[in-house]
């Protein structure tokens, strides 16, 4: 069992900028594919960041490419996510996801957090 909390959401201005966090526990976190997604009210959870177990080769999605760093600490259990040049469209609830298979299908991911709202005013 692998357990996710994220922290670091709130309001931001738009060009500003926000690292997210996200605490995992449960089993050894080198093995798992960690990911961030998001879900704006209305719309479908979307794929932002995907990172492998060893904290190397990032893939971003299109929308936040250049302005998101996906980043992971397997010594401290955390996942991050800094976010700089922040847009109204990136604001939603952002989740951290776990799983076996380095995927951007939210369907893919076992375990996931509760989320934290992001905010980003015009």
């Known amino acids: 069992q692998v357990q996710l909390v994220e922290s670091g959401g709130g309001l931001v201005q738009a060009g500003g900028s926000l690292k997210l966090s996200c605490r995992v526990s449960?089993?050894?976190?080198?093995?798992?594919?960690l990911a961030w997604f998001r879900q704006a009210p209305g719309k479908e959870r979307e794929f932002v960041a995907v990172i492998n177990g060893g904290g190397t080769s990032p893939v971003y999605a299109d929308s936040v490419k250049g302005r998101f760093t996906i980043s992971r600490d397997n010594a401290k259990n955390t996942l991050a996510l800094q976010m700089s040049s922040l847009k109204p469209e990136d604001t939603a609830v952002y989740y951290c996801?776990?799983?076996?298979?380095?995927?951007?299908?939210?369907?893919?991911?076992?375990?996931w957090g509760q989320g934290t709202q992001v905010t980003v005013s015009s």
């Open positions: 449960g089993r050894a976190l080198s093995f798992y594919v």
């Open positions: 996801a776990s799983g076996g298979t380095f995927s951007l299908r939210s369907r893919d991911y076992l375990y």
